[in-house]
């Protein structure tokens, strides 16, 4: 009998449907240098966490077993990692993700703008989550890089260790941020998605999670 236990065990570890693996980790890196005023800072926030809890960005999250964390970024040496690595298994963790993003406190304010550092910064956080297989680093700014250290050795840095980089650009005039962002920030193959003002940021980010975790799985 306990032979008959044992094998009907094995039968049913054999058979049971194998775990999916996380497919995508990804690292939401906000930007709230001295040009992003409270209210820019509160769209930029709540813009997110409402994006995180659409439909289909909650779905595309789950299916992927995604892990999100959240960087806010500044001047050199101005990085903070504000929520730590979340697994989304369900439409609760979307929904306690959300809650979380939503009343989190800025971390700096009236400085410069470091995108390298950012990146470089945001980079080093994958380290914990080496088993998902595509790391994403999300990046948006309204500003060009005017402090830290330079900006292609941490970029360079990040594409050597697979990570993929794709941005926001939130223009106030024209398009010169978008064409920065693309020129000297995204990874190849990477994105660029532009807000038109802060006032575009929420859809602007819907957009681009769907893009970045709606793609079917390999």
């Known amino acids: ?5 044992a094998l009907f065990a094995s039968l049913l570890i054999l058979t049971a449907p194998a775990a999916r ?6 690292m939401l890196a906000i930007d709230v240098s001295g ?4 209210g820019e800072y509160r769209i930029q926030i709540d813009g997110t ?12 999250l789950v299916l992927s077993r ?8 500044s001047a050199g040496g101005m990085q903070a990692l504000s929520l730590g690595w979340r697994n989304i298994e369900g439409v609760a963790d979307a929904r306690a993700l959300a809650d979380e993003i939503r009343t989190l406190p800025r971390a700096f304010s009236g400085a410069d703008t470091a995108v390298g550092e950012a990146i470089g910064f945001a980079a080093e956080q994958f380290a914990s989550v080496a088993d998902c297989r595509r790391h994403v680093i999300d990046i948006s700014g309204d500003g060009a890089q005017n402090a830290g250290r330079p900006l ?6 990040a594409l050597k260790a697979g990570i993929e980089i794709n941005a926001i650009a939130i223009e106030s005039i024209g398009l010169s941020i978008t064409v920065y962002y ?6 190849p193959g990477g994105f660029v998605v532009t807000a038109r003002g802060f006032s575009d940021y929420p859809q602007a980010i819907r957009m681009k999670l769907l893009r970045e975790i709606g793609q079917p799985l390999g």
């Open 1 to 5: 009998m306990a032979t008959s236990c």
């Open 21 to 26: 693996a996380c497919e995508v980790a990804l």
């Open 35 to 38: 040009s992003i005023d409270a």
């Open 49 to 60: 966490a409402d994006a995180l809890s659409d439909p289909a960005v909650v779905d595309a």
């Open 66 to 73: 995604a892990r999100v964390a959240m960087v806010q970024w």
């Open 152 to 157: 292609e050795p941490h970029r360079a840095r």
């Open 182 to 187: 693309r020129s000297f920030v995204i990874s």
